[in-house]
Each structure stands twice: as structure tokens, then as C-alpha cells.
């Protein structure tokens, strides 16, 4: 091989398209010629460029999830010539009270996207920056991956203060919790990583004063949720404290946020706000995320007078998180005033943290109760001390480990008396004062346990959060090792066990092996031993059952579950499914339709989904098109709903059904982009292609069907359908032989296949399947007349 | 079948050729979805544009002539998605409370521009994809998307799909090209 290879060569030599000896002779003048040896190094590079696209692409979530944010005021977008300092403009990312936040470009010394903060006018701008740089030292050192860096800050040409940040493409932490329906420990595992971060800015001198939940992001990278904390270090330099200026404008309208202020920074003569400050904050931010509402209503404190909102935060002690949920329950209209969220009930703020109303009582009564009350302790000395103790409190509370904080004590209680009553009498006193000795010696014995405690309490909580991780990212056997590894440290823990049942579930779709089945009930089983409230371990409890063929079982689990609490709705929808499975139609729907009154199902799709697919194939059609309607405005491109709602059009057999199901089809076929495609998607095109008509592409949706791996039943026989109607016998028939061979294959004795998957409900009729044999084979009489005449549309439905 | 957009284009004015229009719809309606969403609208709005944006196509392109040196399909297409997106959140804006809200995706991180550009590659990169797939055999496809892509270990692919090690490079080798060749015929001069 003397002369250079061309870029066909290169090619087949890549491939390794070529015999050994020219290999060799190539891989030489590769070696000695740079000419070809850079081309084949570009050809390479093109390859990777283009894998890497390609990778990209797969990462991306399917379309139908995404969640947009609210639309950002267009009509603020600046021209390109708009610069603060060093930092290009870009467009608004949010306006609040005291200014307005952009996303910008620095240029100089590096390249990267900035958020900048511009404080409105009305500020001493010589103040507040002569104390940003005080601070700035103190800033600069802070590094956690959980902090927002600042990384500048000065003042406009028109004289306004402004800070510059890391951009955190992120969400307040309350909305992110609520949108992905995080339940209480995965909200307090997110917390923990607040703390963190406070606890790190604390030990480099640095007090926020202003965490709030717009302080506090959430952004999702590889699959982990992560917190970030921005604005560290702006509410110093800028003095902010509750002062009548900060919290209203003129027309009296309040736009801060004494929600989340300390009483010591309520008061306007104070001076000295330290970290616990922050505790305090970090209180009232932990009691929203648990309860979804905050310990002061905003709507008095909105009402109140300026005076009348200091004296409250000082003075008024808020009720217990779980006191608070039950009197939302109790207030039954309650008047919406602008500006402020419309009250949500108990019912759904217990949704959103994926429970219902009992078990989220349960679980903040008690020790969550005075963690969040310790936090909001008036009195700054009786609050944590670090935001780190709050931190490992909560990790205590989450691996059922005793917590330091306790209910008022009697010391404490009696102190208060005593202070406020000092001609009580001496034997009184005595008295109390043994008490007192008592309850200390309790606490000192709390203590060193807890103390004890907390290096396992820290594994397990490693071992958990590494777990999850891996679950994220589809890892199994790594999430199954560390959900193993965290229940070898407490066999009781909760959350190892559901998480753990949990990647089993995903892990073996519907195929879970005998022994992993048994494991999953038995630590079930211990879960429901130490809580047998739990109505959704029973829930997971009986869809395992069920997944394994023992329906028996499974139908006494879910009756358990809806024995504990009769208004989640799961229960009910499983225990329908396992009716399906038995062919029990009538029982299935009437338990669908329990599961669907409940309040669960007006979030879920699922009940409404199968409650239509039973509906359909009880014939009642115009009911099970009602159904997928509601399934559909919960989740509306969800592919199976979509499928069903094209069977059920299919079913009413009119034509303007028939052109709606080909609509809905084709819309489901431009869905299902993913990486395996639902056979059942050409399929169902197919048969809505047949009602329209459209021979020739019923056909060849019917073929891709069948090359995708669908039951052979149902595209042979569409095929057999447009075959007979196209003229051609022949292969019609070939298609109805391969139909017959495949019916006893697909259903054996029984007349139906139920399939469940994902939850969501599948029949396959053997009765239907016969009936469009039928039609084939009429199709193949008729089709003399329709080659004469119009062959295509005509029909409304064969 | 001839997939180069400039053939495309010349067969969606015919309206007899049903097809044409459905291969049109496989590809631009995921991008104009997934572009309507990366500027901020939720579903029901971004079906919305969508929908706009198709109509508009269907009703132009007759009288729409295509140049493919001037590259003129893209542009066009672009400043309308992009003029409906405004006009949708102009309108929005006059009756919607501004909230102090910093933005989530990572892909709003870019500008309408290259958010434009990169959603125009990665939908026809897309769409070359499944014509890979097809052209390939679901086998094939299966094997090189799992080594070259996802990057399964070999051992664990040649297994999987009853490969010797040698034809998984073959393979990854010859339908990456065949990829890129397929790209460069969507995209066509545009880019």
C-alpha cells in the first residue's frame, strides 16, 4: 500500500471491512503518513462529536413530564447593550420587594452566567456597600456546595446597590417539595442539606437573616435533588430589618416577609442578631415544608398593623405544626385575600407529601412537633445552638432515635410559675424543685443515649442517601446494598424497607422472583409490625402479593390497608385490579369508582384510567369515555389513557369517531418517542386507520406492530382486514391462517389477557379478536365493490 | 423514501402526498414542543404554539419557495415559533403578578437563539435515529445503541445480543456513519 488512503478506505479500515493483510498494510502507512493519520483522527473525533449528541438526547426527560415555570414578563427583556459593571444583562429573572434579580454574562476574567441582584432605589447605596465590602472577606471564604457563592458587589451608574451570585437554575425548596410530592422524609432529608449549609456559613462568621423559601433552592442534577442557599451576606449589607419602610410601600401594601424574622430582628432597637437568628428562620421554614403553612397566619399578619405584627412575632406562641394541620381541617371556608396562596385543605397538603391526613398527623405529632417548636423558642437560648445540633436532631427523628427536644418541661414550666408568682409557698416549691431534680435526671440519661446514637444515626442516613442516589440512576444492586447495609444498622428502619421493596419493584417489572417476593412481604411485615397504620406498606404489600400470583393474599392486604384508613385511595384501586385479574369485572369497577370518589384520585390517573378500561370492556362505552376524560385532565399524555380513549372511540363505531380515534393515534404515535416503542401504538393506528378507510396505511401501521413485538393476534388480523379490502385474497387469507395459529397461543382457555402495567389496566378480548376475524372475512366479500367504486373512506366502520 | 428536508419541503405542497405531511409532522412537531417548552409555557400553551406554528406551515408553504442555499426554511420557522412565544407571554405578563422566582431548567439557561439551535440539531438527530433504527433492524439498532451510546461494557453486549466483540466494533463503526451520513441529508445545507 504505497500510495494515501482515501476516505473510503479509512472507512473500511475503521470497520475493519477489510482482509488482515491490507489491515496491516494500512495500519503502516497510517503510522508513517501524518496526512492520513490527522484525517483518520477527524474522522474519529466526528464519530464521538456525534455519539456524545446522541447521549445527550437520551437524558432527556420525555417532553410530557416537563414542568415549565411561570412565564417570565417578556416585556423586560433589555437590548444587548444594557451592562452593569462587568456583566451583560441577559433578561429578568424575578422581581421582589426590594429589587429586581437578572440573569446576566460576565465577560472578564472568566465566562459564565451570573445572577445579579439590583436593590430598587430608596436605599442608602453608600451604606449598604461600604458594608458589603466589610463583609466580603468573610464571603469569600465560604465554600459548600450547598451556598450560593457571591461573588460581587457594588453600585449602579444610576447610584442602586447591586449584589452578584452564582446562577442556581432552581426552585424554592416549598414548591419543588409540593410539585414532586416529596413526603416528610425525603422533605427533612433536603433540609438536613439547608442546615448544612447554614451551619457552614455560621462557623465562617457569616448570619443570613433572611432564610426564606426563595432563599432556599432546590435543583436537580443527575437525577439528586440538591438545595442550594442564595443571598448570603444581602440582607446584612443592606440593614434589613423589620422597619415600616422594609415591609410596606406607600399604598400600605406589605412586601416583605416577617413570616420568617427572629423576634429579636422584629425588634427595632436590637442590635446583636446572632446565628440563632437564623434557627429561628430555619424553624419557620421547616414548620411550612412539614405542614404547608406557617405558624403565623399571613393573612392576620397581612391585616395587621405595623406595631400589631412585631407584637405578635415577640409575644404570641404559634401552635404545634400538628395543632395547626388539625385546625386547617376545621376551618372550612376561609376568605382568599390578593396576593396570598388560597388555603390549601388538609386532605391536599397531606397529598403532596404522598400521604393522607392521618398518617401525616402521626407522624409530626410528638418529637417533629417540639423539634420545629424548639427552633421557635422566643427566647433565643432555649433554641439549637448550631444549625448543625438541628441537624442531627432530625437525623435522630428520622432513625427513630429519641430526640433532645421534649415537650416544655416541668422545670421550665415551674420556673415560669415561680417567676410570675414568688409568694407561692415553700412546700409548693419543695415539691416542684423534686420534680425538677427528676425530669433533669431524665434528660442527662436522654442525652448521653442520643449522644450514643448519633454515629449510627449518621450511617444509616449515609447509607440511605447513597441508596437513593443510586435508585436514581437506575443502579440496583448498588441502591439494594446500601438500603441492606442501613437495615443491618436498625432492621425496623422505615425508610430502608419501602426503598428497598421499592427498586425491587422497578427492578423486576412483573416478574419478581419467588424469594425476593417473600423478602419484601416479611420486611413489610416488620414495618406493619412496629406501625400497623401505615395504609400504604399495606398498599405496596398486596401489589407485591399480586405481581406474584397470590391474589388471595394480596386481596387480604389491601382489605387490611383500607381497614387502617378508608379514604386512601390506593388500597381500593389495587384491590380492583386484582378483581380484573380474576375476570371479577363488576367487583373491579365498583371498587375503581370507591377509589375515584376519594380525594387521592383527583391527582392520580391511574383508578380513573382502569376504572375506564373496565367500564369498556362491560360495554358501557360512553361511561368509560367519561372516565378517560378525567384520567386525561390529570395527566394529560399519558400513552395508555390515550390508546384506551382510541378503543373506546373505535368501539362507538360512528365516523366522526372514527376520525377523532385516527387524531388521537396519530397523537400517540407522535408521543411515544422513547427508546422502546409501545407495539400497541401502531396497533391501535392501525384499527383507527381501518374506520377511516385508509387501507393501505392500516397495513403498514399494522406491520410495524408486528415487527415492534405486539400479540401477532391483533396486527395479522388488520392486516387481513386491509388485505381482503385492497383485493388481495391471497395474502388476506394468509394473514387470517396466521391469526388462528396465534389465538390459542395468546389466550389459551381463558377469553381474556389482562395485563397491568405501571398500574395501569390492558384487556385483550377473545371475543373482539373473533369478531374482527369476522370482518376479515367479509372484507374479502366486499372488496369487489369498493375496487369498482370508491375505495377510499366510505365505510363509516366494517 | 427520499428524507432530505429540501425533498420534504417539495412534497408537503403536494397535497396529495399524505405521507409527506406525517414524516414532516414526525419531526417538527417535537421540536417546536420541546423549543414552545424550553421557553417556559406549560403543556396546554405549548400544544398551543405548536399548533400555530403547523398551521402556519401547512397554510405557507405553497407559496413558500425553497432555496436550500439560502437556508431559508430554518430561519422562517424560528421567528415564528419565537414571535408566538413572545406574544404569548406579553400577553400573559399584563395580568400576572411578577414573583421573585429564579429559573429551573438548565436548558433555559440558554438563549432563545441557541436554544433554537440546539433543539433544531437534537430533534433531527432524533428523527435520524429512528430512521437508523429501521433501516438497520431492531437487533442491530438495540446492540449498537447499547454499547455505543449508553455504553454498556462489550462483554455484556456481545452477550446480549450473541455478538463476537469484533462485530460490535463493526458495527458501532458503520451505523455511527451511517448517522451522520443520514444527519447531514436531514439537515441538508442549512447547517
Same mark, same amino acid.
Given at each position: 500500500?504505497?500510495?494515501c488512503?482515501?476516505?473510503?478506505d479509512?472507512? &473500511?479500515?475503521?470497520s475493519g471491512?477489510v482482509?488482515p493483510r491490507?489491515l496491516?498494510?494500512?495500519?503502516q502507512h497510517?503510522?508513517?503518513?501524518?496526512?492520513?493519520?490527522s484525517?483518520s483522527?477527524a474522522l474519529?473525533?466526528?464519530?464521538d462529536?456525534?455519539?456524545?449528541?446522541?447521549r445527550?438526547?437520551r437524558r432527556?426527560p420525555?417532553?410530557?413530564?416537563?414542568?415549565?415555570p411561570p412565564?417570565?414578563?417578556?416585556?423586560?427583556?433589555?437590548?444587548?447593550?444594557?451592562?452593569i459593571g462587568?456583566y451583560k444583562?441577559?433578561?429578568?429573572l424575578?422581581e421582589?420587594g426590594?429589587?429586581t434579580?437578572?440573569?446576566a454574562?460576565q465577560?472578564?476574567?472568566?465566562?459564565r452566567?451570573v445572577?445579579?441582584?439590583?436593590i430598587?432605589?430608596g436605599?442608602?447605596?453608600?451604606?449598604v456597600?461600604r458594608r458589603?465590602?466589610?463583609?466580603?472577606?468573610?464571603l469569600? =471564604?465560604m465554600?459548600?456546595?450547598?451556598v450560593a457563592?457571591v461573588l460581587d458587589?457594588g453600585?449602579?451608574v444610576?447610584? &442602586?446597590?447591586y449584589f +452578584?451570585m452564582?446562577?442556581?437554575?432552581?426552585?424554592p425548596?416549598t414548591r419543588?417539595?409540593?410539585?414532586?410530592k416529596l413526603?416528610?422524609?425525603e422533605r427533612?432529608a433536603?433540609?438536613?442539606? @439547608?442546615c448544612e449549609a447554614?451551619?457552614?456559613a455560621?462557623q465562617?462568621g457569616i448570619i443570613?437573616?433572611?432564610?426564606?423559601p426563595?432563599n432556599v433552592?432546590?435543583?436537580?442534577k443527575d437525577?439528586?435533588a440538591?438545595p442550594?442557599?442564595?443571598?448570603?451576606? =444581602?440582607?446584612k449589607?443592606?440593614?434589613?430589618?423589620?422597619?415600616?419602610?422594609?415591609i410596606?410601600?406607600?399604598?400600605?401594601?406589605l412586601?416583605?416577609?416577617?413570616e420568617?424574622?427572629?423576634?429579636e430582628?422584629?425588634?427595632m432597637s436590637?442590635?446583636?442578631?446572632?446565628?440563632?437568628a437564623?434557627?429561628?428562620?430555619?424553624?419557620?421554614?421547616?414548620?411550612?415544608?412539614?405542614t404547608?403553612?406557617?405558624?403565623?397566619?399571613?393573612?392576620?399578619?397581612? *391585616?395587621a398593623g405595623?406595631?400589631?405584627?412585631q407584637r405578635?412575632i415577640?409575644? +404570641?406562641e404559634?401552635p404545634?405544626p400538628?395543632?395547626?394541620?388539625?385546625?386547617i381541617?376545621?376551618?372550612?371556608?376561609q376568605?382568599?385575600?390578593?396576593g396570598v396562596q388560597?388555603?390549601?385543605?388538609?386532605?391536599?397538603?397531606?397529598e403532596?407529601?404522598?400521604?393522607?391526613?392521618r398518617?401525616?398527623l402521626?407522624?409530626l405529632r410528638g418529637?417533629?412537633?417540639?423539634i420545629?417548636m424548639?427552633c421557635?423558642?422566643?427566647d433565643r437560648?432555649r433554641?439549637y445552638e448550631?444549625?448543625?445540633?438541628?441537624?442531627l436532631?432530625?437525623r435522630r427523628?428520622l432513625n427513630?432515635?429519641?430526640?433532645l427536644?421534649g415537650?416544655p418541661?416541668v422545670?421550665?414550666?415551674a420556673r415560669k410559675f415561680? &417567676?410570675?408568682?414568688r409568694t407561692?409557698?415553700?412546700?409548693a416549691?419543695?415539691?416542684?424543685?423534686?420534680?425538677?431534680?427528676s425530669?433533669?435526671?431524665?434528660?442527662s440519661f436522654?442525652?448521653?443515649?442520643?449522644k450514643?446514637?448519633?454515629?449510627?444515626?449518621? &450511617?444509616i442516613?449515609g447509607?440511605i442517601r447513597?441508596?437513593?442516589?443510586?435508585?436514581a440512576k437506575?443502579?440496583?444492586?448498588?441502591?439494594e446494598?446500601?438500603? *441492606?447495609?442501613a437495615l443491618?444498622e436498625d432492621?425496623?428502619?422505615?425508610r430502608?424497607? @419501602?426503598?428497598? @421493596?421499592a427498586i425491587?419493584?422497578?427492578?423486576?417489572?412483573?416478574?419478581?422472583?419467588a424469594? +425476593?417476593?417473600?423478602?419484601c412481604?416479611?420486611?413489610?411485615?416488620r414495618?406493619?409490625?412496629?406501625d400497623?397504620?401505615?395504609a400504604?406498606a399495606?398498599?405496596a404489600?398486596? @401489589?407485591?402479593?399480586r405481581?406474584?400470583?397470590?391474589?388471595?393474599?394480596?386481596?387480604?392486604?389491601h382489605?387490611?390497608?383500607?381497614e =387502617?384508613?378508608?379514604?386512601?385511595y390506593?388500597n381500593?384501586a389495587?384491590?380492583a385490579?386484582?378483581?380484573a385479574?380474576?375476570d371479577q369485572? =363488576?367487583?373491579?369497577?365498583k371498587h375503581l369508582?370507591?377509589?375515584c370518589?376519594l380525594?387521592?384520585?383527583?391527582?392520580d390517573s391511574?383508578?380513573?384510567?382502569n376504572?375506564?378500561?373496565?367500564q369498556?370492556?362491560?360495554?358501557?362505552?360512553?361511561?368509560?369515555?367519561a372516565?378517560?376524560s378525567?384520567?386525561k385532565s390529570?395527566k394529560?399524555?399519558?400513552?395508555?389513557t390515550?390508546?384506551?380513549?382510541v378503543?373506546?372511540l373505535?368501539?362507538?363505531?360512528?365516523?366522526d369517531?372514527?376520525r377523532q380515534a385516527l *387524531?388521537a393515534?396519530?397523537t400517540?404515535d407522535?408521543?411515544?418517542?422513547?427508546?422502546s416503542k409501545?407495539?400497541r +401504538?401502531?396497533?391501535?393506528l392501525a384499527?383507527a386507520?381501518l374506520?377511516?378507510?385508509?387501507?393501505?396505511?392500516a397495513?403498514?401501521a399494522?406491520?410495524?406492530?408486528l415487527?415492534?413485538?405486539?400479540?401477532?393476534?391483533?396486527?395479522?388480523v388488520?392486516?387481513?382486514?386491509?388485505?381482503g379490502q385492497m383485493?388481495n385474497?391471497?395474502?388476506s387469507?394468509?394473514h387470517?391462517?396466521?391469526?388462528?395459529?396465534a389465538?390459542?397461543i395468546?389466550f389459551?382457555?381463558?377469553t381474556k389477557v389482562?395485563?397491568?402495567e405501571?398500574?395501569?389496566?390492558?384487556?385483550?378480548a377473545?371475543a373482539?379478536a373473533e369478531?374482527l376475524?369476522?370482518r376479515?372475512?367479509s372484507a374479502?366479500?366486499?372488496?369487489?365493490?369498493?375496487?369498482d367504486g370508491?375505495s377510499?373512506?366510505?365505510r363509516p366502520?366494517? | 423514501m427520499?428524507?432530505?428536508?429540501?425533498s420534504?419541503?417539495l412534497?408537503?405542497?403536494d397535497?396529495?402526498?399524505a405521507?409527506?405531511w406525517?414524516?414532516?409532522?414526525a419531526?417538527y412537531r417535537?421540536?417546536l414542543?420541546?423549543f414552545?417548552?424550553?421557553r417556559?409555557?406549560e403543556?396546554a400553551?405549548?400544544e398551543d404554539?405548536v399548533q400555530h406554528c403547523m398551521?402556519a406551515?401547512y397554510?405557507?408553504?405553497?407559496?413558500f419557495?425553497?432555496d436550500?442555499?439560502?437556508?431559508?426554511?430554518?430561519?422562517?420557522?424560528r421567528?415564528l415559533? !419565537?414571535?408566538r412565544v413572545r406574544n404569548?407571554?406579553r400577553n400573559?405578563h399584563?395580568?400576572e403578578?411578577?414573583?421573585?422566582?429564579?429559573?429551573?431548567d438548565?436548558?433555559r439557561e440558554?438563549a432563545?437563539?441557541?436554544?433554537f439551535?440546539?433543539v433544531?440539531?437534537?430533534?433531527?438527530l432524533?428523527?435520524?435515529m429512528?430512521?437508523l433504527?429501521?433501516?438497520?433492524g431492531d437487533?442491530a439498532?438495540?446492540?449498537?445503541?447499547?454499547?455505543a451510546?449508553d455504553g454498556k461494557?462489550?462483554?455484556?453486549?456481545?452477550?446480549q445480543?450473541?455478538?463476537t466483540a !469484533?462485530q460490535?466494533?463493526?458495527l458501532?463503526w458503520r451505523?455511527?456513519?451511517r448517522?451522520?451520513e443520514?444527519l447531514?441529508e436531514?439537515l441538508g445545507?442549512?447547517d
Amino acid at each position: 500500500m504505497a500510495g494515501c488512503l482515501s476516505d473510503e478506505d479509512l472507512h &473500511r479500515y475503521h470497520s475493519g471491512d477489510v482482509p488482515p493483510r491490507v489491515l496491516e498494510a494500512a495500519r503502516q502507512h497510517l503510522d508513517s503518513c501524518a496526512q492520513c493519520c490527522s484525517r483518520s483522527a477527524a474522522l474519529i473525533a466526528e464519530q464521538d462529536r456525534l455519539l456524545l449528541h446522541a447521549r445527550e438526547l437520551r437524558r432527556q426527560p420525555p417532553l410530557s413530564t416537563a414542568v415549565a415555570p411561570p412565564p417570565k414578563p417578556e416585556g423586560q427583556r433589555v437590548g444587548a447593550s444594557e451592562q452593569i459593571g462587568p456583566y451583560k444583562l441577559l433578561e429578568v429573572l424575578g422581581e421582589g420587594g426590594l429589587g429586581t434579580v437578572w440573569l446576566a454574562q460576565q465577560e472578564q476574567p472568566v465566562r459564565r452566567r451570573v445572577a445579579l441582584k439590583v436593590i430598587k432605589a430608596g436605599m442608602d447605596t453608600k451604606e449598604v456597600v461600604r458594608r458589603f465590602e466589610a463583609e466580603r472577606q468573610a464571603l469569600a =471564604v465560604m465554600d459548600h456546595p450547598y451556598v450560593a457563592k457571591v461573588l460581587d458587589g457594588g453600585a449602579t451608574v444610576q447610584g &442602586r446597590p447591586y449584589f +452578584v451570585m452564582e446562577f442556581v437554575a432552581g426552585e424554592p425548596i416549598t414548591r419543588y417539595c409540593d410539585r414532586n410530592k416529596l413526603g416528610v422524609p425525603e422533605r427533612l432529608a433536603l433540609f438536613i442539606g @439547608v442546615c448544612e449549609a447554614v451551619q457552614h456559613a455560621h462557623q465562617k462568621g457569616i448570619i443570613h437573616r433572611d432564610i426564606k423559601p426563595s432563599n432556599v433552592l432546590v435543583s436537580v442534577k443527575d437525577g439528586n435533588a440538591a438545595p442550594k442557599v442564595i443571598d448570603f451576606g =444581602v440582607a446584612k449589607a443592606m440593614n434589613q430589618r423589620l422597619t415600616e419602610q422594609t415591609i410596606y410601600t406607600q399604598q400600605g401594601l406589605l412586601i416583605g416577609t416577617p413570616e420568617y424574622m427572629s423576634p429579636e430582628q422584629a425588634e427595632m432597637s436590637a442590635t446583636d442578631v446572632d446565628t440563632r437568628a437564623d434557627i429561628y428562620s430555619l424553624g419557620v421554614l421547616l414548620y411550612e415544608l412539614l405542614t404547608g403553612s406557617l405558624p403565623y397566619d399571613s393573612q392576620i399578619l397581612r *391585616r395587621a398593623g405595623y406595631a400589631e405584627v412585631q407584637r405578635i412575632i415577640r409575644e +404570641v406562641e404559634p401552635p404545634r405544626p400538628s395543632t395547626k394541620l388539625s385546625s386547617i381541617q376545621q376551618a372550612d371556608v376561609q376568605e382568599v385575600t390578593q396576593g396570598v396562596q388560597p388555603p390549601k385543605s388538609t386532605v391536599e397538603i397531606a397529598e403532596l407529601r404522598s400521604t393522607d391526613t392521618r398518617t401525616l398527623l402521626r407522624q409530626l405529632r410528638g418529637d417533629l412537633d417540639w423539634i420545629v417548636m424548639k427552633c421557635l423558642e422566643k427566647d433565643r437560648t432555649r433554641r439549637y445552638e448550631t444549625a448543625n445540633g438541628l441537624a442531627l436532631e432530625i437525623r435522630r427523628f428520622l432513625n427513630n432515635e429519641p430526640v433532645l427536644a421534649g415537650p416544655p418541661s416541668v422545670s421550665y414550666r415551674a420556673r415560669k410559675f415561680i &417567676r410570675r408568682n414568688r409568694t407561692a409557698c415553700v412546700a409548693a416549691f419543695a415539691i416542684l424543685m423534686l420534680s425538677v431534680a427528676s425530669v433533669i435526671a431524665t434528660q442527662s440519661f436522654r442525652k448521653a443515649r442520643a449522644k450514643d446514637e448519633e454515629a449510627k444515626a449518621l &450511617r444509616i442516613e449515609g447509607f440511605i442517601r447513597q441508596g437513593v442516589d443510586h435508585r436514581a440512576k437506575r443502579e440496583w444492586d448498588g441502591a439494594e446494598k446500601m438500603f *441492606r447495609s442501613a437495615l443491618s444498622e436498625d432492621a425496623n428502619c422505615y425508610r430502608a424497607i @419501602v426503598n428497598l @421493596v421499592a427498586i425491587q419493584r422497578f427492578r423486576y417489572e412483573d416478574k419478581l422472583p419467588a424469594a +425476593v417476593v417473600d423478602e419484601c412481604v416479611s420486611l413489610l411485615d416488620r414495618a406493619l409490625q412496629v406501625d400497623p397504620g401505615r395504609a400504604e406498606a399495606w398498599n405496596a404489600r398486596g @401489589v407485591i402479593l399480586r405481581m406474584s400470583g397470590k391474589y388471595d393474599d394480596a386481596i387480604e392486604s389491601h382489605r387490611r390497608g383500607i381497614e =387502617v384508613n378508608e379514604n386512601f385511595y390506593a388500597n381500593w384501586a389495587s384491590l380492583a385490579s386484582v378483581y380484573a385479574l380474576r375476570d371479577q369485572l =363488576v367487583e373491579a369497577e365498583k371498587h375503581l369508582a370507591s377509589a375515584c370518589a376519594l380525594e387521592g384520585a383527583s391527582t392520580d390517573s391511574m383508578p380513573w384510567h382502569n376504572l375506564a378500561a373496565v367500564q369498556l370492556q362491560l360495554g358501557k362505552t360512553d361511561e368509560a369515555l367519561a372516565s378517560i376524560s378525567r384520567a386525561k385532565s390529570i395527566k394529560p399524555s399519558d400513552l395508555a389513557t390515550i390508546l384506551l380513549q382510541v378503543r373506546a372511540l373505535l368501539a362507538r363505531q360512528t365516523r366522526d369517531d372514527a376520525r377523532q380515534a385516527l *387524531r388521537a393515534a396519530i397523537t400517540a404515535d407522535g408521543l411515544d418517542t422513547g427508546p422502546s416503542k409501545n407495539p400497541r +401504538v401502531a396497533r391501535l393506528l392501525a384499527f383507527a386507520e381501518l374506520a377511516n378507510g385508509e387501507w393501505g396505511e392500516a397495513r403498514a401501521a399494522a406491520q410495524r406492530a408486528l415487527e415492534a413485538g405486539d400479540d401477532p393476534v391483533w396486527p395479522r388480523v388488520a392486516m387481513a382486514i386491509a388485505e381482503g379490502q385492497m383485493g388481495n385474497t391471497e395474502e388476506s387469507m394468509l394473514h387470517v391462517e396466521a391469526v388462528r395459529k396465534a389465538l390459542p397461543i395468546q389466550f389459551g382457555d381463558s377469553t381474556k389477557v389482562v395485563r397491568i402495567e405501571q398500574g395501569l389496566l390492558w384487556f385483550d378480548a377473545r371475543a373482539e379478536a373473533e369478531a374482527l376475524l369476522e370482518r376479515a372475512d367479509s372484507a374479502r366479500g366486499d372488496s369487489s365493490i369498493h375496487r369498482d367504486g370508491n375505495s377510499k373512506g366510505g365505510r363509516p366502520m366494517p | 423514501m427520499d428524507t432530505t428536508r429540501a425533498s420534504l419541503l417539495l412534497r408537503i405542497k403536494d397535497p396529495a402526498d399524505a405521507t409527506a405531511w406525517r414524516d414532516f409532522d414526525a419531526i417538527y412537531r417535537p421540536m417546536l414542543k420541546r423549543f414552545a417548552t424550553m421557553r417556559g409555557l406549560e403543556h396546554a400553551a405549548a400544544e398551543d404554539v405548536v399548533q400555530h406554528c403547523m398551521v402556519a406551515v401547512y397554510e405557507h408553504i405553497r407559496g413558500f419557495e425553497y432555496d436550500p442555499k439560502k437556508g431559508r426554511f430554518k430561519g422562517w420557522l424560528r421567528t415564528l415559533v !419565537n414571535n408566538r412565544v413572545r406574544n404569548l407571554h406579553r400577553n400573559r405578563h399584563e395580568d400576572e403578578a411578577r414573583t421573585q422566582d429564579f429559573r429551573r431548567d438548565q436548558e433555559r439557561e440558554l438563549a432563545p437563539d441557541e436554544a433554537f439551535e440546539r433543539v433544531w440539531m437534537e430533534e433531527h438527530l432524533r428523527h435520524a435515529m429512528q430512521l437508523l433504527r429501521k433501516e438497520a433492524g431492531d437487533a442491530a439498532y438495540a446492540a449498537y445503541t447499547a454499547y455505543a451510546i449508553d455504553g454498556k461494557p462489550v462483554e455484556e453486549v456481545c452477550k446480549q445480543f450473541d455478538l463476537t466483540a !469484533n462485530q460490535l466494533y463493526k458495527l458501532k463503526w458503520r451505523l455511527t456513519q451511517r448517522l451522520s451520513e443520514m444527519l447531514k441529508e436531514l439537515l441538508g445545507d442549512e447547517d
